[in-house]
């Protein structure tokens, strides 16, 4: 392929507020005009943003429908209820179900959890695991990472006597499932006011919650308060890996876990620092996305996401080692199976002048893994630079993987083809969905066509954004040190860029 057409988007510096945030904050003017270029222009702003700090974060009592669950999560410990949490088979679920497994055992309540197969089950609640879950003598469901969509099996858990509570960070349906409480910063009169947090990011602001309501209630008196800033490590995890914007408390959890994570004493997290060769490395938001996260991944992705789970509940180092060296040997086999059908793809798009001309991949076979397609989905989006969809057949049925590109909001895409797909999902970047073999060239067409509604030729030519231009004499390791405070870099806070045009070769 050839190399793609880029646009350099240099912005503007802005004098005036340059020289403010470097006055107040005494920082250096590039680092100023950087921050101005996140949005981010008065000197409160900027100092929380350069400082983060655990005090800054929210109240999770912000949080609608917060007080509703915490008095039914309380009622639960202290009648010793039976509790199920139900996650997710990626990262941002199985952090979500460790937290608050780990907490709720350290206050001596009956919980234990479910995390659906991705293969035979899928994403979200099914009847046959509530029947399961049910037959348990379970009375209170706690979702973490799905849920929201889930409005009949909901409705089926809340008729058999099983309170459900929804903790959620994905778009929120237009009819909302009638479960006993929903935590989802997304949802009509929620106050909260941070919207992007991840799956994870809502399961640890229910255990400050708890934390706080059960010291109000004299709980912690003869007991160990738990130390929440040791379960950064799992936090950090979990929203590096679901790609959510790296900014408000989400920059605070990733600031603080990576420090967590570096010092762990975790069971699982030491023995799958030592399998991904990373024993003593100071842990990096990039280590984190490609050597810890697809590891943890990889149990949900060729078998069952249960191992994942155990390996980061566990307090026994040699499980979590048996755990952690099945978790590598997975990883290893799912880069082959991925890498296969990267080719294989790529041999579709490029052999094809039809498809090489549209706006859109949209992609199906009965030979593809379903649980790969979302990480090729990926490549091929960014490569090709299109909104991509990955459909792995079986029986007729198609799973599918959908993949956005800046500019296009991917959720209200697939709404536009609801007609023609059995179910969907997920959120502006990413999303799932499930679609009759029959109706694929249907949505091809309408897809295609909705994309080019909604984009111009330009968006097709990815940005690069450029923070400033500067002169070879500023680049020094002293200015490169000046930038390591805007760290850790991820979604919306990009590692800054910068160009030097007037060059001249003596
Ligand atoms: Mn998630």
């Known amino acids: 392929m050839q190399m793609m057409k880029k646009r350099w988007c240099i912005k503007e510096p802005d004098e005036g507020t340059q020289r403010l945030l470097s006055q107040e904050l005494g920082i250096s003017t590039i680092v100023a005009q950087v921050l101005i270029n996140r949005e981010i222009k008065d000197a409160l702003q900027a100092h929380q943003f350069l400082f983060p700090s655990l005090s800054h974060l929210h109240s999770p009592l912000m949080m609608k429908n917060m007080e509703k669950a915490l008095e039914r999560i309380i009622k639960a410990i202290f009648e010793n209820e039976k509790i199920i949490i139900y996650g997710d088979y990626d990262v941002d679920g199985i952090t979500s179900v460790a937290v608050l497994i780990t907490f709720l055992r350290e206050v001596n309540a009956d919980v234990s959890y479910y995390i659906p197969h991705r293969l ?207 978790l590598d040997l997975e990883n290893t086999q799912r880069q082959q199976i991925e890498n296969c059908i990267i080719e294989e793809a790529k041999g579709l798009v490029e052999n094809n002048e039809g498809l090489l001309s549209r706006k859109t991949i949209i992609l199906a076979s009965p030979d593809w893994h379903p649980g790969v397609i979302g990480i090729v989905a990926s490549r091929l989006a960014e490569e090709y630079y299109k909104p991509t969809v990955m459909i792995s057949l079986d029986g007729g049925i198609g799973k599918g993987s959908a993949r956005s590109i800046e500019g296009f909001h991917l959720y209200e895409g697939l709404q536009g083809c609801a007609d023609l797909l059995k179910g969907f999902g997920g959120h502006k970047y990413a999303a799932g969905l499930t679609i009759d073999g029959k109706n694929i060239p249907g949505f091809q067409n309408l897809f295609e066509e909705i994309v080019k509604k909604t984009l111009s030729e330009e968006d097709f030519i990815p940005r690069i954004r450029i923070d400033a231009q500067i002169t070879l004499r500023e680049l020094t390791e002293e200015f490169l040190g000046k930038l390591e405070i805007l760290s850790p870099f991820g979604p919306s806070n990009p590692e800054p860029t910068f160009c030097s045009s007037v060059l001249s070769i003596s």
């Not at 973490?144 to 858990?157: K, L, P």
């Not at 030491?270 to 991944?297: E, Y």
């Open 120 to 326: 035979s089950e899928g994403y979200g609640l099914n009847s046959e695991a509530l029947e399961k879950i049910s037959s348990l003598g379970t009375k209170l469901l706690i979702t973490v990472d799905c849920g929201i969509m889930d409005f009949q099996e909901i409705t089926f858990a809340q008729r058999n006597g099983i309170d459900v509570i929804i903790t959620d960070h994905h778009e929120i349906p237009d009819v909302l499932p009638p479960a006993y409480a929903i935590l989802n910063p997304k949802q009509k009169g929620c106050n909260f006011p941070f919207k992007s947090l991840a799956g994870v990011g809502i399961a640890f602001n229910l255990i400050i919650a708890l934390r706080t309501k059960l010291r109000d209630m004299g709980f912690w008196n003869n007991q160990k308060v738990p130390n929440l800033k040791e379960y950064l490590d799992l936090v950090a995890l979990g929203t590096i890996a679901d790609i959510v914007p790296l900014t408000d408390e989400n920059r605070i959890f990733v600031k603080f876990g990576l420090e967590e994570l570096t010092n762990s004493s975790r069971p699982g997290i030491v023995a799958l620092k030592k399998v991904s060769g990373l024993k003593d490395a100071v842990i990096t938001p990039g280590m984190v996305g490609f050597r810890l996260a697809p590891r943890i991944n990889a149990a949900g992705r060729l078998s069952k996401g249960d191992d994942s789970a155990r390996l980061l509940i566990t307090k026994d180092l040699k499980e979590a080692e048996d755990i952690a060296s099945v």
